[in-house]
């Protein structure tokens, strides 16, 4: 079983959708949770952290934590064409980082 | 503020000739630093990492290998270069356990 597990999709979504990406995780250890976006041939840029159960809100962006589940979502509000990329979760515990996948969403103008 | 210098972007290499990638961090001391590989739909694979200077830490077995001569260089090299080693190749720093990474823009190594 992998550490974390991302649905690959691909996703595609009409403009002005919300969006809604998910891991699962089974390691109690990890203390801290990450959203990177990715573009085509660039590298991952941090989108959102957070360390604790909850909700955290940056602008159109949400990221959820839910410890006692071990699962983490990542909600994108007015979705744009510019929103098309691939997104990983990330956790992190001590040194070490470990990444989902990746999740593939387009969004269609 | 910080930020992370890569290079080069893309790189095409003859099988056995030899590889070095740099990668370098700014506005920040002591840093850990971290080499990954990422492969289209298997995500990323940590290579090497970094808690301080002359300190590398291997993850995989393989054709490649990490220095650190200064705080905030990291090097990937190879003696010999394989078709296996093709990839999307990815440094990242962080400022220590239990906080987020920053990437470079990667460097895209096409063995021929």
């Known amino acids: 079983q992998k550490e974390v597990e991302q649905d690959p999709g691909p996703l595609s979504v009409p403009e002005g959708a919300i969006v809604s990406l998910n891991c699962t995780y089974s390691n109690s250890a990890f203390q801290y949770f990450m959203w990177y976006r990715q573009y085509s041939r660039k590298g991952p840029e941090l989108l959102m952290y957070?360390?604790?159960?909850g909700n955290k809100e940056d602008g159109r962006f949400t990221a959820q934590v839910d410890k006692s589940s071990k699962y983490i979502s990542l909600f994108i509000r007015d979705s744009q064409p510019s929103d098309s990329a691939t997104y990983l979760c990330?956790?992190?515990?001590?040194?070490?980082?470990?990444f989902g996948t990746g999740t593939s969403l387009t969004v269609i103008p | 503020s910080q930020t992370i210098h890569q290079w080069p972007a893309t790189l095409v290499q003859p099988v056995g000739s030899p590889l070095s990638l740099e990668c370098t961090v700014e506005?920040?001391?002591?840093?850990?630093l971290y080499w990954y590989r990422q492969a289209a739909g298997r995500g990323l694979q940590l290579l090497f990492y970094?808690?301080?200077?002359?300190?590398i830490s291997s993850e995989v077995p393989q054709n490649l290998s990490a220095s650190r001569p200064q705080d905030r260089q990291f090097i990937l090299s190879s003696k010999k270069l394989l078709l296996s080693d093709s990839g999307f190749y990815l440094c990242a720093w962080s400022l220590g356990p239990n906080t987020e990474a920053f990437f470079g823009q990667g460097t895209r190594l096409t063995v021929v």
């Open positions: 990330a956790m992190s515990a001590g040194n070490q980082f470990y």
């Open positions: 957070t360390y604790s159960s």
């Open positions: 970094s808690v301080g200077i002359g300190q």
């Open positions: 506005g920040t001391s002591n840093p850990n």
